[in-house]
C-alpha cells in the first residue's frame, strides 16, 4: 500500500501583505465582499462561506480548550501566524527512537499549513492584523510527526496511539495509502474510536485514477472528507465512494508558506482540517459529549442535510459549522458510521453504554451499513476524506484541483456552495465496503518522553492510563 499526502498547491508564494487597514477577529465575516486590508485574510473565502462572524457572536465558539494532534510532517513553530498554538508532540517517524523536535522539513509545509486551517489567529496588532485565521482559533495543535510522505504503517500506528493516550480527542490525518486498512493499522484506529476519539481524514484525491478507498478514510467510525470548490464544484480529483462521509472547501484553499510567505493549496488534505475544526467548536462548547454525538451533529446539520446521505461524492453533504453548533445533543451516543463501541476510558469520561457499530438509534435520523459507513441518502459537495497514512508514503502532489462539473447555486450564509447539477460527476460504483469486526488493540507501548521545546500546557483532557504492552514488532 502506498501513502500519500492528499493535497496540492500552486507554485507560486505570496509575501504577508502590509496593507493599511483594519481586521479583527469579530470582523473577519462583517462585510465579505469587502477588502479587509488583510490580503490573505480576503482569500480565506471558506471561512466567509461559513458566517465566521456569526459563529464567534451567537455562540462564542473558538475551539477553546481542545487540542487536536495533526498526524503529519510536523509543524513550523516559526509560523507567525501560529505562535502560541502549539503544544508539546513528538516524532514517531521512527517509533523506537522517538524525538521530540516536530519541525516541518517537507517540501510543501504540509502539516503546517493543515493546522493553520484548523488554528492560526494571523498575526500583527488588532488593528493590522495579518496572515490566515482557522475555524477554530483558539484551539491548539499536537503535532506529531511520522515522517510525512516517508512514513510507515509501524509509524501512524504508534502515532494514532501516541495522541489517544496524551488525551487528544480529535485526530486529523490528511494523509492516507490505498486500499482498505491491514490489520496492524486497523486495530490502532479502533484503539482510538473504543476511546472516545474522533478521526478526521482525507479521502483522498485519486477520482481521476483509480479511484479506491484509503486507509484510514475508509475505516468504519473515520470522517471521510472531500473537496469541494467556492462555484459549487467538486475538486476533479476528490475521492468519490460509499465510503465519503461529507465534503468541506478544498480548492484554493489560502495557507501559510515557508519564510512568513503564502499561497494556495487543493484537495481533500486541505478540506479535512475544516472538519477537525468544526469537531473543536463542538467539543469547545459541549465537552462532555461523546465522539458518536459530534459526529452525528456533523452528519445531520451540512448545508442542506437531514442526516441522510445525497450521494458518493459528498456523503451527507457540505459541512456547516453554524448550523451544527445551534443542534441540540442526540440521544444516541454511539459512532453513526460504525467502528467499536467505547471501551476503557473513553466510555467511563463519556457514560456512553452504546454501541457505535451499524445500526445507529432512533433519535438520529442518521444510520449506517454493515460497512460502518453512513448510507442513507444525502447531501452536498464534497471535501476530500483524510486518509490515514499506512505503510509506506509519498508526497502526493497532484495537478490543480479545480472542480468538474455544474455550478450550483449560493448556499446558506451567501457562501456556501448548493449541490451541483446531476451529470456533473460519473456515476459512481453503489457496492458498498464489507467490514468484520477487529479483534480487540493492544494496549501500546511505553514511549519514552523525550525533553520538550514547549512548556507543557494544561491538559484539558487527561491522558488515558491503560495497563499492559502490545505484541512485539507492534
Known amino acids: 500500500m502506498t501513502k500519500r499526502r492528499h493535497g496540492s498547491w500552486r507554485g507560486w508564494l505570496k509575501p504577508a501583505g502590509g496593507v ?34 456569526a459563529i464567534r457572536d451567537n455562540f462564542h465558539a473558538y475551539g477553546t480548550g481542545v487540542t487536536v494532534a495533526v498526524i503529519d510532517s510536523g509543524v513550523d513553530p516559526t509560523a507567525p501566524d501560529l505562535q502560541g498554538q502549539l503544544v508539546p508532540g513528538i516524532d514517531l517517524e ?79 490525518m490528511s494523509i492516507g495509502g490505498d486500499g482498505h486498512c491491514d490489520k496492524f493499522s486497523a486495530e490502532a484506529l479502533d484503539y482510538a474510536l473504543s476511546r472516545n476519539v474522533i478521526i478526521v481524514a482525507a479521502a483522498g484525491n485519486d477520482a481521476k485514477t483509480n479511484n479506491v478507498p484509503s486507509c484510514p478514510a475508509d475505516q468504519p467510525g473515520v470522517i471521510s472528507v472531500a473537496a469541494i470548490g467556492q462555484t459549487g464544484k467538486m475538486d476533479v480529483n476528490s475521492h468519490y465512494g460509499r465510503d465519503v ?4 472547501p478544498g480548492v484554493d484553499i ?25 469537531a473543536a467548536l463542538i467539543i469547545g462548547l459541549h465537552p462532555d459529549w461523546t465522539a458518536g454525538q459530534v459526529i452525528r451533529v456533523i452528519i445531520d446539520n451540512t448545508v442542506t442535510g437531514t442526516g441522510k446521505r445525497i450521494d458518493d461524492h459528498i456523503g451527507y453533504g457540505v459541512i456547516d459549522p453554524l448550523k451544527a453548533l445551534g443542534a441540540p445533543a442526540p440521544a444516541d451516543k454511539s459512532n453513526p458510521l460504525g467502528g467499536p463501541a467505547l471501551s476503557g476510558p473513553g466510555a467511563a469520561a463519556s457514560g456512553a453504554a452504546s454501541s457505535g457499530a451499524a445500526g445507529a438509534a432512533a433519535s438520529s435520523p442518521a444510520t449506517a451499513t454493515p460497512g460502518g459507513k453512513s448510507s442513507n441518502t444525502g447531501l452536498y459537495a464534497g471535501l476530500g476524506a483524510g486518509v490515514l497514512v499506512v505503510l509506506g508514503v509519498i508526497a502526493f502532489v497532484v495537478g490543480p484541483g479545480r472542480g468538474g462539473g455544474g455550478r450550483g447555486g449560493p448556499g446558506r450564509h451567501g457562501g456556501l456552495p448548493a449541490q451541483p447539477p446531476p451529470g456533473q460527476y460519473p456515476e459512481p460504483s453503489r457496492q458498498p465496503h464489507l467490514w468484520q469486526p477487529q479483534p480487540p ?29 502490545r505484541r512485539p514488532g507492534q
Open 441 to 469: 488493540p493492544y494496549p501500546p507501548p511505553p514511549y519514552p518522553q523525550p525533553p520538550s521545546p514547549w512548556p507543557p500546557p494544561p491538559e484539558p483532557f487527561p491522558p488515558h492510563q491503560l495497563p499492559g504492552q
Open 254 to 278: 489560502e495557507v501559510p508558506a515557508p519564510h512568513g510567505q503564502y499561497k494556495e493549496a487543493s484537495g481533500t488534505s486541505d478540506a479535512t482540517p475544516w472538519v477537525s475544526a468544526e
Open 94 to 172: 521512527n517509533p523506537s527512537d522517538p524525538q521530540a523536535n516536530t519541525d516541518d522539513t517537507s517540501p510543501e509545509y504540509h502539516g503546517t499549513h493543515v493546522s493553520a486551517i484548523i488554528v492560526a489567529h494571523g498575526h500583527g496588532s488588532p488593528a493590522d492584523l495579518q496572515g490566515v485565521v482557522g475555524l477554530a482559533s483558539r484551539a491548539k495543535v499536537m503535532p506529531v510527526k511520522d515522517g510525512g510522505g516517508r512514513s510507515t504503517t509501524v509509524a501512524d500506528s504508534a502515532a494514532v496511539r501516541y495522541a489517544v493516550d496524551h488525551g487528544i480527542r480529535i485526530i486529523n
Open 20 to 53: 493599511a487597514g483594519a481586521v479583527t477577529l469579530a470582523v473577519l465575516t462583517a462585510l465579505p465582499a469587502a477588502a479587509s486590508g488583510d490580503p490573505q485574510f480576503d482569500r480565506e473565502w471558506a471561512l466567509k462561506a461559513f458566517d465566521v462572524q
Open 245 to 248: 462521509t461529507v465534503a468541506a
